[in-house]
């Protein structure tokens, strides 16, 4: 099936940091059909705080529909604020996509943590689970979504008070992060593009994977395992 490539600009279908009506609507339908652990709390950014007002330039940047430019580090400001202020915006932006889809996306119909028929993915975390093991996708999404917010909220790792300094290993982690919400996306595309499209969220999809794509091609180097499972949605 041809993917929709659907343009995306001004408000209706921003993702940033606002959540487009439509797809609030549906999570809110979809989490009230069916009890979901994988749909997590939004990661608030502290109101008044410098990392705020970085995410405000983002979705303001966003509006523009210039999702390259979107991605570019503000002139005079810090590297690890930027990416830490955009791994928490991916973070929602996902936790919300995928809340739509929960219903599709079952022990039933995703026995196994796929992107296609060639790519299985197995959940280890390192610390809880040191083995990878093999899980349903919403089992694995759970993991991987908990895991995130975790570091998230660990202060150590990504300090929202002014003055307190990143520690060494932040970028690590934050790649580490960002290569595991890819998963998502990938298996959202390959597992359950048609519920998307059904739903008419196609756009919102869309827009937050290319904006995905564009920040880690800029600033992660990272070298996804599976990068060529989503070959038709970058180029």
Request: charge should be negative; charged fraction near 20%.
């Given at each position: 099936m041809a993917r929709s490539n659907s343009a995306v600009s001004g408000g209706k279908y921003f993702l940033g940091g606002i959540a487009a009506d439509r797809l609030t609507r549906n999570v809110s339908l979809v989490s009230g059909?069916?009890?979901?652990?994988?749909?997590?709390?939004?990661?608030?950014?502290?109101?008044?705080?410098?990392?705020?007002?970085?995410?405000?330039?983002?979705?303001?940047?966003?509006?523009?529909?210039?999702?390259?430019?979107a991605v570019m580090l503000p002139e005079g400001?810090?590297?690890?604020?930027?990416?830490?202020?955009?791994?928490?915006?991916?973070?929602?932006q996902i936790n919300m996509l995928y809340g739509t889809i929960t219903e599709f996306c079952t022990e039933a119909s995703c026995p196994v943590m796929s992107a296609g028929p060639r790519y299985e993915y197995h959940w280890a975390d390192g610390t809880n689970i040191k083995k990878p093991i093999k899980c349903s996708a919403p089992k694995y999404i759970d993991y991987l979504m908990t895991w995130v917010q975790d570091q998230l909220d660990d202060e150590t790792l990504f300090p929202s008070k002014i003055g307190v300094p990143f520690p060494k290993n932040f970028m690590s982690v934050a790649k580490t992060i960002l290569k595991r919400l890819?998963?998502?996306?990938?298996?959202?595309?390959?597992?359950?593009?048609?519920s998307v499209m059904r739903l008419q969220e196609e756009a919102h999809l869309n827009t937050s994977f290319k904006?995905?794509?564009?920040?880690?091609?800029?600033?992660?180097?990272?070298?996804?395992?599976?990068?060529?499972a989503l070959t038709l949605f970058t180029m």
């Open positions: 059909s069916r009890s979901s652990k994988t749909f997590k709390p939004k990661k608030n950014i502290p109101e008044g705080s410098h990392q705020y007002e970085l995410l405000k330039h983002a979705e303001a940047t966003l509006g523009s529909g210039n999702l390259r430019q400001e810090d590297l690890n604020e930027w990416i830490a202020v955009n791994t928490v915006d991916f973070f929602n890819f998963r998502v996306y990938a298996h959202i595309y390959h597992q359950h593009f048609d904006h995905f794509i564009f920040f880690v091609q800029v600033y992660s180097s990272i070298v996804m395992e599976h990068s060529s």
